[in-house]
């Protein structure tokens, strides 16, 4: 999937204060000013017009930063766009921009919400290979992706296995529907083996 793109240099000057017209937000005139509309955007669930001001900003020589990209990530999170999300983090890495664990975060949610249960756990492999340490909302939405899918099993492996061994919010697998008995043991399993780590530190 290719990134949100104007059809032209013109009409992405022209479509600019169009694109922030019914938002709170003005037309950006400083990469701040950018991600602050994006992310207005991003609240109101408009990811195109988010990703539509991404796309316009160097038209205006306005280049996008690390701020500006998360917050077109969590754009797309907040739209359901995993595809778009995937494809944002991928521009950051042509551009050797160096994604944070706020981006990965954003990306991996867009993903849970989506039941890419799969692309998530890749996403906590890609943190680790880049020495970034998985935190304790990294932990949440991964798992959460994976009872999105009952895919318990690899939700274990992914607190014995991948690093990831940070305290569970009790809310981490309420996002699925009601879990049967057996699949409700299967997911204690998993809980308490996070929270003994936590009880460590």
């Given at each position: 999937v290719e990134p949100f793109r104007s059809a032209s240099k013109q009409e992405s000057v022209q479509s600019l204060?169009?694109?922030m017209e019914g938002t709170t937000a003005c037309a950006p005139r400083t990469v701040g000013q950018a991600s602050h509309a994006i992310g207005v955007c991003g609240k109101s669930?408009?990811?195109?017009?988010?990703?539509g001001v991404l796309a316009s900003m160097p038209v205006i020589s306005l280049l996008p930063d690390v701020v500006t990209y998360n917050a077109s990530i969590s754009a797309c999170d907040k739209g359901k766009q995993?595809?778009?999300?995937?494809?944002?983090?991928?521009?950051?890495?042509?551009?050797?921009?160096?994604a944070t664990v706020i981006t990965y975060n954003a990306t991996i949610s867009a993903?849970?919400?989506?039941?890419?249960w799969q692309r998530a756990l890749g996403l906590v492999d890609c943190m680790k290979d880049t020495k970034l340490l998985p935190g304790i909302i990294t932990c949440n939405a991964a798992i959460s992706a994976c009872a999105v899918g009952s895919k318990w099993q690899e939700a274990l492996h992914l607190v014995r296995h991948r690093g990831v061994?940070?305290?569970?919010?009790a809310?981490?697998?309420?996002?699925r529907?009601?879990?049967?008995?057996?699949?409700?043991?299967?997911?204690?399993?998993?809980i308490a083996c996070v929270l003994p780590c936590s009880k460590k530190k």
């Amino acid at each position: 999937v290719e990134p949100f793109r104007s059809a032209s240099k013109q009409e992405s000057v022209q479509s600019l204060a169009e694109l922030m017209e019914g938002t709170t937000a003005c037309a950006p005139r400083t990469v701040g000013q950018a991600s602050h509309a994006i992310g207005v955007c991003g609240k109101s669930k408009q990811w195109q017009r988010a990703l539509g001001v991404l796309a316009s900003m160097p038209v205006i020589s306005l280049l996008p930063d690390v701020v500006t990209y998360n917050a077109s990530i969590s754009a797309c999170d907040k739209g359901k766009q995993w595809q778009q999300a995937l494809c944002l983090l991928g521009s950051m890495s042509k551009a050797r921009m160096e994604a944070t664990v706020i981006t990965y975060n954003a990306t991996i949610s867009a993903c849970k919400k989506c039941a890419q249960w799969q692309r998530a756990l890749g996403l906590v492999d890609c943190m680790k290979d880049t020495k970034l340490l998985p935190g304790i909302i990294t932990c949440n939405a991964a798992i959460s992706a994976c009872a999105v899918g009952s895919k318990w099993q690899e939700a274990l492996h992914l607190v014995r296995h991948r690093g990831v061994r940070r305290p569970l919010r009790a809310d981490a697998v309420g996002s699925r529907p009601r879990p049967s008995r057996a699949e409700t043991g299967q997911w204690a399993v998993i809980i308490a083996c996070v929270l003994p780590c936590s009880k460590k530190k």
